[in-house]
């Protein structure tokens, strides 16, 4: 995709929606943290179900480590996988409280040192709740840039680092939200609803959809 057409598409999603932030509900950087830890092959939907009633109760890494464990696990067993990440909450907590005061590090390195926390993640956190220009790939994202011819790579990392280098920057601190948002609703996997999409002529897919998705 040239770069009139780039600057065309990310254009057209900001006059859609001027304002895109993440679906999860959070108040702080640490309720973001365990809220996209949670989101790891589970709706937004469903995390925001269970926040609902865990941050109340604990939405700090001290509050969460005197949960315990078994105590977390009661607030989060309706989102799949929740032993595994319950156990890496709890070592995230012990590390934010025993290196970083009790705060989320605005740095990669530590980020991606936290357990259940890996690029996407901190590429999240860097973005959503410090304000930097990062890629969350996503599988909607890797669709979205492949599909569309905006940023193809045959990996999230390959994407990500297109991504980069093809977004203006005065579209960079919001194009993760606007091509997830497009990928999650609109160019959605199995059938792109392409009529109903704001960026359809400017779309490279060879086998677009008619209106309504049919």
């Not at 925001?48 to 865990?54: E, M, Q, S, V, W």
């Not at 959605?188 to 209106?211: E, F, M, N, S, W």
């Amino acid at each position: 995709m040239n770069k009139e057409n780039v600057r065309a598409l990310f254009s057209r999603l900001r006059a859609d929606n001027p304002h895109p932030t993440t679906e999860l509900v959070y108040h702080n950087p640490f309720e973001l943290l365990v809220a996209v830890v949670l989101s790891a092959q589970a709706t937004d939907k469903g995390v925001n179900r269970a926040t609902a009633k865990l941050f109340p109760a604990a939405n700090t890494p001290a509050a969460i480590l005197d949960l315990g464990e078994d105590g977390l696990k009661q607030h989060i067993r309706t989102i799949g996988l929740y032993n595994s990440k319950a156990a890496n909450l709890i070592r995230t907590c012990e590390i934010l409280v025993q290196q970083h005061d009790g705060q989320v590090p605005r740095d990669r390195a530590a980020l991606e040192a936290l357990p259940g926390v890996g690029r996407k993640t901190a590429n999240v956190i860097l973005n959503t709740a410090f304000g930097e220009p990062t890629m969350a790939v996503d599988t909607h994202i890797f669709r979205v840039s492949n599909r569309t011819g905006l940023a193809p790579g045959k990996t999230p990392l390959a994407v990500e680092k297109r991504l980069l280098k093809t977004v203006p920057a005065e579209f960079a601190l919001d194009a993760h939200h606007w091509l997830i948002l497009l990928g999650r609703y609109v160019c959605t996997a199995r059938k792109p609803h392409c009529g109903d999409c704001v960026i359809a002529d400017l779309c490279q897919y060879k086998h677009k959809q008619p209106t309504g998705g049919g």
